[in-house]
Structure formats: C-alpha cells, structure tokens
Nanobody, 127 residues
C-alpha cells in the first residue's frame, strides 16, 4: 500500500504559477505510475497529467498541454505538477494517484487503474 499527500495548492491570479507536490510513502515509489486529476465543483473528476514509472513518458490533457509539466523525483518519493499561465477554469481540487504497473513506459489517462489516491489540494485561480 502507498500513502499520498498533496501540497502546494492555493489562491493565485490568472497568469500566475503554482507547483503541486505529492509525497508518497509505503512501498517502492518507482513501482507506480503516477497521475494528477482535478475536480471542479459540480463537475466530474478529469485527468490532468500522468508520468510513467521511470519518468520517461508523460501525458497531458489537451486543456493543460503546454502550460503544465509533470515530473517525479525518485530520491524524494515525490511527483510534481508545475502549473504555469493558470486560468480561472483551472480552479479545482487537484489529487494525485498511483497505480502499480510492470511496464516502465505506460501512463494511465483514466481514473479506473489508479488504486491509491491523495486527499486533494485546492487550487483557485482568480480573474
């Protein structure tokens, strides 16, 4: 089992930046594909970004591509989401998730394969 704790959320003006962190504890961090999801009020949870076990493969939703960057630091058991040029429509609760996977290159872009979830961190972007 792995425990995930997000941090780094907050209030920022449109055009600003935030970096979210997701610290993982428990079993070997490198065994997990990591994903970031977000859920806005009254809307479904959607995929934002994901990174493979080794970090060699990343995937982004079209709405954040070119603005957000996902990365991972195996030495710190942490995955990051750097968010630049934030827009009011990015306002949501952001959660990280982990899925154990043998493949070193695959990234899951839907929620179902992810077994472990953090509690989420609020990101609010004002116009």
């Amino acid at each position: 089992q792995v425990q995930l704790v997000e941090s780094g959320g907050g209030l920022v003006q449109a055009g600003g930046s935030l970096r979210l962190s997701c610290a993982a504890s428990g079993r070997t961090f490198s065994a997990y594909v990591m994903g970031w999801f977000r859920q806005a009020p009254g809307k479904e949870r959607i995929f934002v970004a994901g990174i493979s076990r080794t970090g060699g493969t990343t995937s982004y939703s079209d709405s954040v591509k070119g603005r957000f960057t996902v990365s991972r630091d195996s030495a710190k058991n942490t995955v990051y989401l750097q968010m630049n040029d934030l827009k009011p429509e990015d306002t949501a609760v952001y959660s990280c998730a982990a899925a154990m996977l043998i493949s070193e290159r695959l990234v899951f872009t839907t929620a179902d394969p992810y077994r472990y979830w953090g509690q989420g961190t609020q990101v609010t972007v004002s116009s």
